[in-house]
């Protein structure tokens, strides 16, 4: 064990800083989006079964909303552009500007080089969740997706229901491609539903049963034209385990809403990022 130095309480003391601060950040209007959103008609919907994943295509200026319907249920959930899959979801960036939960007012951010909004949280059912006592938050985006790979590593398994090979199978499907071609587009997720955070001993990522209900929802607003995928986590409500079929599994709704036309008057889909990847040269 190493020597503990005479200043350890000293150096551990130091205030810490933000690595992001997002004061600059434009707001999204989010009074805006919410009185088009009061308006919208319903013009599309897919099911997502247990155990499984379904894509879906929400254009630019319209809504998108992921609901609970028959039990305890997380998602995995993958975006793109729509007419460019290079650019996709990077949690990564994601949570270092909004932490490790997303909430209302919070947006997903897309990949290098694009660097933008590509959808805004405009409803959250379970806002009121809060913190527990365990450190405990909802909609995370710490987590990868449950993969077969990690499955094989630590418990030798062949799971093919887990949310990357699901996420596979439905980009796969949505634009006819092998699953060779389709899995380097499956990417980090937002974990819709899911209840997680680090323990303070050890650091190490844990999930808990997720307080969704039925009825419960995340609605988001979508910035630019995307093709999404969302898999129904092989977990339930991942109280206890994934990639195995031997949680309780229940399906999840994906509806999208059109607003009525002059509703978003003002609103333009956000511009890719200003940098001008000269990177010093």
């Known amino acids: 064990m190493s020597k503990i130095p005479e ?7 130091i205030a810490p800083v933000i690595c992001y601060p997002v004061e600059t950040l434009p707001a999204p209007d989010l009074g805006l989006y919410r009185a ?5 008609r319903k013009v ?8 499984e994943a379904s894509d879906f295509s929400v254009p630019a200026g319209q809504f998108f909303r992921i609901s609970s319907i028959e ?13 460019d899959m290079t650019e996709r979801f990077y949690s990564g960036k994601t949570r270092a500007l909004h932490g490790t939960h997303l909430t209302e007012g919070h947006r997903l951010w897309s990949s290098f080089p694009a660097l933008r909004p ?6 959250d059912s379970l806002a009121w969740y809060g913190v527990d006592a365990f450190g405990g938050r909802v909609h995370d985006v710490i987590g990868t997706r449950c993969d077969p790979y990690t499955g094989n590593l630590l418990s030798g398994t062949q799971y093919h229901h887990c949310c990357h ?9 949505a634009r006819g491609m092998t699953l060779e071609d389709a899995e380097p587009h499956v990417h980090d997720v937002l974990n819709v539903f899911m209840c997680t955070g680090f323990t303070r001993d050890t650091g190490q990522y844990f999930m808990k049963a997720s307080p969704v209900r039925p009825g419960d929802h995340l609605e988001f607003f979508a910035e ?15 109280g206890d385990r994934h990639s195995s079929d031997a949680a309780a599994c229940h399906a999840l709704l994906v509806e999208v809403f059109a607003p009525e036309d002059g509703a978003l008057q003002g609103w333009v889909p956000p511009a890719r990022n200003g940098y001008d990847r000269s990177h010093g040269r």
């Open 118 to 123: 590509m959808a805004t949280v405009v409803t």
């Open 165 to 173: 090979s699901n996420l596979t199978r439905a980009v796969a499907d």
């Open 7 to 13: 200043d350890a309480a000293e150096r551990r003391a």
């Open 224 to 238: 630019i034209d995307l093709l999404g995928a969302l898999s129904a986590c092989p977990g339930g409500d991942c």
């Open 44 to 51: 599309a919907e897919w099911r997502v079964p247990p155990r």
């Open 71 to 83: 039990g305890p249920q997380v998602g995995d959930l993958n975006l793109w552009n729509a007419d």
């Open 36 to 40: 088009a959103r009061a308006g919208a």
